[in-house]
């Protein structure tokens, strides 16, 4: 009977951690794995064979090394953060080696906590213009990143492009997928330049289109969707009205420096280690334990009725005297 009730205990307690485990994994971890709202994060890169259009000399400049800092700020105080939203904003600025500005952007994004992708809210905006919807992704990968493409936010051209899958690399020991978006030619804006600009001297003011195009790859922890880092070809150029092509306004390779790629490794990696915990270590542990109880419970229920039989069957010979 003692055997019974702690088996009894037993397979009651069990079925109780096998419960929670499928509330921490079905119910607890959509809760908590969701992107951070105070989300910062600060990469540099390096510039190579930059080329710049230099306004204020009027002259080509090729060949320039710069320095990008870019900085990402969530805003947990934003009106459209919460729950399911979050408010996260990015900067860039390009330097020369001297300090001179080359380039600057920002844009505003509202996210989807669980899913990565941009949602329409009244907080998004690129550099000052809010007439652009932000749409796709745009930092952040999704949790449980697949195999497949997707579509990525482009803020220069304020469109989505393919971010096509191209394999499984490492970096710095850490698995990642690589993803790389083709930015055709672009017209971004027209504006009046010199014609000299665009191939023709001799010409005074003329209609001009800015064009961009880039080609940008980046690289992605799938289980934390974190993008370790990236690297680019934008050139932007202007053309005339003739189809010419004219002065680069800023064109270059860049590619995050050693130790954005290893700050990235190590946020990429907490990131991962903290979303299998609660995705599966926890669910896991707790379901096992749970299903050796209910073992355990099975086993001293059978025993106990097996000496209850074996005691009955004892009792009636004796009384029937055999």
């Known amino acids: 009977m003692r055997g019974r009730v702690l088996g009894l205990v037993l397979l009651g307690a069990g079925a109780f951690l096998i419960a929670a485990a499928l509330s921490v994994r079905l119910i607890l971890a959509p809760t908590m794995v969701k992107l951070p709202l105070d989300q910062t994060a600060a990469p540099t890169a390096s510039g190579t064979g930059v080329s710049f259009f230099d306004l204020g000399e009027m002259r080509q400049l090729r060949g320039l090394e710069a320095e990008v800092q870019q900085r990402v700020q969530g805003d947990p105080g934003s009106e459209d953060a919460g729950d399911d939203v979050a408010v996260w904003s990015f900067g860039s600025t390009v330097n020369d080696a001297d300090g001179t500005l080359l380039n600057a952007s920002t844009y505003r994004v509202c996210l989807d906590r669980t899913e990565a992708v941009a949602v329409e809210c009244g907080s998004d905006h690129v550099d000052d213009d809010r007439s652009k919807d932000v749409e796709g992704l745009t930092l952040t990968f999704p949790f449980g990143t697949e195999q497949r493409d997707y579509e990525l936010f482009n803020p220069t051209t304020g469109m989505s492009f393919p971010a096509r899958f191209q394999g499984v690399e490492e970096m710095e020991g850490l698995e990642v997928y690589k993803f790389v978006t083709t930015v055709p030619e672009t017209v971004i804006r027209e504006t009046d330049v010199p014609g000299a600009l665009v191939g023709d001297p001799e010409a005074g003011t003329v209609p001009a289109e800015v064009v961009y195009s880039n080609e940008r790859t980046v690289w992605v922890e799938p289980t934390s969707g974190v993008v370790v880092t990236a690297s680019e070809s934008p ?16 064109a270059g390779t860049f590619s995050g420096t050693e130790e954005t790629v290893a700050a990235g490794v190590q946020r990429a990696e907490e990131n991962r280690d903290r979303i299998t915990l609660i995705q599966q270590t926890v669910p896991l542990a707790v379901g096992g334990i749970g299903l050796l109880l209910v073992v355990g419970g099975v086993v001293l229920v059978a025993r106990d009725r097996r000496g209850d039989r074996a005691a009955h069957a004892g009792g009636s010979r004796a009384a029937t005297g055999r």
């Open 235 to 250: 050139n932007t150029v202007l053309r005339g009205p003739d189809g010419t092509t004219g002065v680069t306004m800023l």
